[in-house]
């Protein structure tokens, strides 16, 4: 059966939100090692930086990763003429013959007359939004770096990446959910939070950073009694609750996060994935979906039953959705 082809599954005006993953040829961990995990999760950021392809989640794995991107078309064509050259110059620096790159005076004139050049403009906003050329610019620049440093050549990558629309807020949450999951589901680590390779593990370190800085204006508990919860080997975000059940709310929870933000914030400029929820409702609903996984049928307890109803999402559905992707985790390894 012929593809699909992307033009027919990528349409920001009709779906903004997408997951997308790619494997290593023959399955092979080629991307086991911390070091080039490192390397991947930089220039992710750096793409990131450039693209109006905003990444939201991200699970960095052995032989594979997954991404959640956004595709913010609104924004790039926001952009003025000479920021699309600027950022164009950041991607592909351009360089005086085919040796040295611009720099100074040589590089402010580049993206001056570039962005008087209306075809340059026009065709490089197109590319600066597009999920093909943002997953093209990922993919290649981490195989040929890979490929360098083992000495070898041909493929890296499976086949092309593969693309899920995420087109309403159930599967949304569901997939962010799988996504944040997928090391703990895979057996990488003890704990959700624990893998430095996945969104999950950033924004609850930034929420415990945020803590800590409010800690030390005295604006929450003590740092005495925060050490000791951790001494104690509490979970990162299980100990957001009293013995109410409330969850702790951090103002500016996600402040240190270099990915789109989860939930609702008046920090950042750019709007959050889901404006509904705070990012401390993720938390509990991933606390959730993890014991399902662990320990079986566990029942939706109220708390977790009432952000999903703020988000009007049913729970049967959101459930359903999520063990689909959970099984799919489960069967792949």
Not at 203 to 229: C, D, F, H, K
Not at 231 to 237: A, L, Q, S
């Amino acid at each position: 059966m012929a593809r699909i082809p992307r033009c027919q599954q990528v349409r920001p005006q009709v779906v903004q939100y997408y997951h997308t993953l790619s494997r290593c040829v023959r399955k092979m961990k080629l991307t086991n090692d911390g070091a080039r995990k490192d390397y991947m999760l930089v220039w992710l950021k750096s793409l990131h930086e450039v693209f109006a392809v905003e990444v939201c989640r991200y699970a960095l794995m052995g032989n594979h990763f997954h991404l959640i991107v956004r595709v913010n078309a609104p924004m790039a064509e926001a952009w003025s003429s000479h920021e699309v050259a600027v950022r164009w110059s950041k991607l592909h620096p351009p360089r005086e013959g085919s040796y040295r790159a611009l720099a100074g005076d040589a590089l402010n004139a580049w993206r001056a007359e570039k962005a008087q050049d209306a075809a340059f403009v026009s065709k490089a906003r197109l590319a600066l939004c597009s999920l093909s050329k943002f997953m093209k610019d990922f993919k290649q620049r981490v195989a040929e770096s890979f490929n360098r440093e083992d000495h070898a050549s041909g493929a890296f990558w499976e086949a092309r990446y593969a693309c899920v629309p995420l087109d309403n807020e159930a599967s949304l949450l569901a997939c962010m959910t799988y996504v944040d999951l997928n090391p703990h589901v895979a057996g990488k680590c003890g704990k959700p939070e624990e893998d430095p390779y996945v969104s999950l593990h950033e924004s609850v370190r930034s929420r415990e950073q945020v803590r800590r800085e409010r800690q030390a204006v005295g604006l929450t508990a003590s740092a005495a009694n925060e050490e000791e919860r951790h001494r104690h080997g509490e979970r990162t975000f299980g100990d957001q609750t009293d013995s109410a059940g409330a969850t702790e709310v951090i103002p500016d929870a996600e402040k240190h996060v270099w990915t789109v933000p989860v939930g609702r914030t008046d920090r950042h400029a750019r709007r959050s994935i889901l404006p509904h929820v705070r990012l401390e409702d993720y938390l509990r609903l991933v606390d959730f979906a993890a014991r399902r996984f662990r320990d079986g049928k566990v029942q939706l307890d109220g708390a977790t039953a009432v952000i999903l109803e703020r988000v009007q999402l049913g729970a049967d559905d959101w459930l359903a959705q999520l063990g689909r992707w959970m099984g799919e985790s489960a069967a792949s390894g």
